[in-house]
């Protein structure tokens, strides 16, 4: 069953804009993570945020994680035509082994 | 130049046969994955690792199988048995199975039924 859920599933928005993604999950965490995949290719790290950290920043993205509300989000500051990807957030779940668990993604469009 | 390789790119398999996807790391990582993406899709967990001669099946393991006979390297084979291979396939590595390590990804093999 899939953990994570991105909000929205599609996003467009102009070069210079912000975009913000948001994911919702259903159990208690490790740690919540965001990953990045271009058309066709392989999913690429962004960011790491564990259950006890509000808020962290690399370069143009900035994350928070409310586990109160079991919610995250993801910022990217003004966007670029090569910020163009599908953008997931993953979720590490506690049990004896750690696995990560996938949203369904947030496709996001910055046009030129 | 480290990293995780998955080979083929493109596979096609025809009805009733068995296919062996390849992936091959040299980051030293004890945790290897194996993720099917369908179109407009997350990824879904089909069998993980995180020792040699260990594994384990994630959510969607029927019809697929693996092996971990090197540390390097976590063979996904779809079997005939599976009703319906055709998907993005991704394999992953991570340093450990514990906590807050982020996970390294290849490139993904495109399978296709003809």
């Known amino acids: 069953s899939q953990q994570g859920e991105e909000d929205p599933q599609a996003l467009s928005i102009q070069e210079g804009e912000n975009a913000t993604m948001n994911c919702s999950y259903k159990?208690?965490?490790?740690?919540l993570q965001w990953y990045r995949q271009n058309s066709g290719r392989g999913l690429v790290h962004l960011i790491l945020?564990?259950?006890?950290?509000r808020e962290k920043h690399s370069g143009r993205l900035r994350v928070t994680l409310d586990t109160s509300k079991k919610s995250s989000s993801l910022l990217i500051t003004a966007s670029r035509a090569a910020d163009t990807a599908s953008y997931f957030c993953?979720?590490?779940?506690?049990?004896?082994?750690?696995?990560?668990?996938f949203g369904k993604g947030t496709m996001l469009l910055v046009s030129p | 130049d480290g990293g995780i390789t998955q080979s083929p790119k493109y596979l096609f398999r025809k009805e009733g046969q068995n296919v062996t996807l390849s992936c091959e790391q040299n980051?030293?990582?004890?945790?290897m994955y194996w993720y099917r993406q369908d179109p407009g899709q997350g990824l879904r967990l089909i069998y993980y690792?995180?020792?040699?001669?260990?594994?384990q099946k994630g959510d969607i393991a029927e019809g697929y199988s693996v092996s971990r006979e090197k540390k390097e390297s976590f063979p996904l084979t779809v079997t005939s048995a599976q009703k319906n291979p055709t998907a993005f396939y991704l394999c992953?590595?991570?340093?450990?199975?514990?906590?807050?390590?982020?996970?390294?990804f290849g490139q993904g093999t495109r399978l296709t039924v003809v």
């Open positions: 992953a590595s991570s340093s450990s199975g514990h906590l807050n390590t982020e996970a390294f």
């Open positions: 159990t208690s965490i490790n740690n």
């Open positions: 945020i564990r259950s006890n950290e």
């Open positions: 993953a979720t590490d779940v506690f049990s004896g082994y750690s696995t990560l668990t």
């Open positions: 980051l030293n990582h004890d945790a």
């Open positions: 690792s995180q020792i040699v001669n260990d594994f």
